[in-house]
């Protein structure tokens, strides 16, 4: 195993260099950017990402923007990436910064993993890439390359496994930290991706890959745990140009963000108006329903949408025009899907 990691420096550096992708992240060592971008990327497409960093960037330039907006703005920005609870953190950090970093991103690895938000992956991503520092960001993309390199069949997403694949890669990490760290995330991420056949005739570990052969076996994990399923009955109240919104409570799922109306159990037809009563709306016309799903990490919400008319703008909920929400309001994608059928 050790002679596997020792050739990966001299294998994947000249190759990386020449076939890196052009990322917007990557025209710079800023931390800030390599911060904002790690965070981005996780859960979510690169591809999604690029236009959300763009935007993010133009909108807060600096640390110290970061630190100073508005929570509705932030929500605005990183709405439909998922997880807010990444962009809330980035702004807790930013404060961190500012307030015990005289506004300079820390270059110290332990003071980058005490940043609210930050782990270990994100850390080793931030001081290599933006410092050279010999620190491994260890991810799936890297174990699913150790893995099929040395021909390991033991479960990859065990505490063990992680700690190995850091210490081997910490022992052979080359001047060049940055760029290694990019490379391996690079292999991973293109010709060893994931739900796909690896393209080892093109790879540039394929003389001393161990696992090519049964690549497709590998990695191995644990047994997954299966998802609980939640009903929900969603009401898109309209009162003239007006939607009924209204928050998500400061804790727990999609905490502090803009929602429709909603009950935690499945209703149609004059139940769901009945309801929509209940909740403080006077009905005039049941419109139509629509049926949509959302998966989050452990929980699928199976959600049924209401279309409503109401003859007033009740009290107890913000009442927003199309236009105001576009600009204003970050309705997560559970709702908003119900929203851009409305438009």
């Given at each position: 195993?050790?002679?596997?990691?020792?050739?990966?420096?001299?294998?994947?550096?000249?190759?990386?260099?020449?076939?890196?992708?052009?990322l917007p992240w990557r025209e710079d060592r800023d931390p800030y950017h390599i911060w904002l971008s790690e965070i981005m990327l996780q859960q979510t497409r690169v591809e999604a990402v690029r236009g959300y960093y763009a935007r993010?960037?133009?909108?807060?330039?600096?640390?110290?923007?970061?630190?100073?907006?508005?929570?509705?703005?932030?929500?605005?920005?990183?709405?439909?990436?998922?997880?807010?609870?990444?962009?809330r953190n980035l702004k807790k950090a930013a404060n961190v910064i500012i307030s015990t970093h005289n506004g300079t991103f820390p270059k110290d690895h332990k003071a980058v993993l005490a940043l609210p938000g930050i782990g270990p992956y994100t850390a080793g991503a931030i001081c290599s890439i933006a410092f050279d520092k010999p620190t491994p960001a260890v991810?799936?993309?890297?174990?699913?390359?150790?893995?099929?390199?040395?021909?390991?069949?033991?479960?990859?997403?065990?505490?063990?496994?992680?700690?190995?694949?850091?210490?081997?890669?910490?022992?052979?990490?080359?001047?060049?930290?940055?760029?290694?760290?990019?490379?391996?995330?690079?292999l991973g991420a293109t010709l060893c991706g994931p739900n796909r056949p690896p393209v080892c005739e093109k790879c540039p570990c394929q003389a001393f890959c161990k696992g090519k052969y049964r690549a497709t076996e590998l990695p191995v994990r644990l047994p997954k745990r299966g998802r609980r399923g939640e009903e929900r009955t969603v009401f898109i109240v309209t009162c003239g140009d007006r939607m009924a919104l209204t928050k998500r409570p400061d804790k727990g799922l999609l905490a502090g963000l803009w929602q429709f109306p909603d009950v935690p159990e499945a209703l149609s037809g004059q139940a769901a108006a009945d309801r929509a009563g209940e909740l403080g709306f006077s009905v005039n016309n049941l419109l139509y329903e629509v049926e949509k799903s959302h998966i989050?990490?452990?929980?699928?919400?199976?959600?049924?949408?209401?279309?409503?008319?109401?003859?007033?703008?009740?009290?107890?909920?913000?009442?927003?025009?199309?236009?105001?929400?576009?600009?204003?309001?970050?309705?997560?994608?559970?709702?908003r899907q119900f929203y851009e059928d409305n438009i």
């Open positions: 195993m050790k002679d596997v990691f020792k050739q990966l420096p001299d294998a994947l550096l000249p190759w990386y260099r020449e076939n890196k992708r052009d993010f960037l133009e909108a807060l330039p600096t640390v110290g923007d970061l630190a100073k907006a508005d929570d509705e703005v932030l929500h605005k920005l990183w709405e439909g990436l998922g997880y807010y609870s990444r962009v991810d799936g993309n890297v174990f699913r390359v150790i893995a099929r390199l040395t021909d390991d069949d033991r479960p990859v997403d065990t505490p063990k496994f992680k700690a190995e694949t850091e210490k081997n890669l910490r022992e052979i990490y080359p001047d060049d930290a940055g760029d290694f760290t990019q490379a391996l995330m690079e989050f990490t452990h929980i699928t919400w199976k959600m049924r949408g209401i279309y409503l008319e109401a003859a007033t703008c009740c009290e107890g909920y913000t009442w927003l025009t199309r236009e105001e929400i576009k600009a204003t309001a970050a309705l997560p994608t559970a709702y």
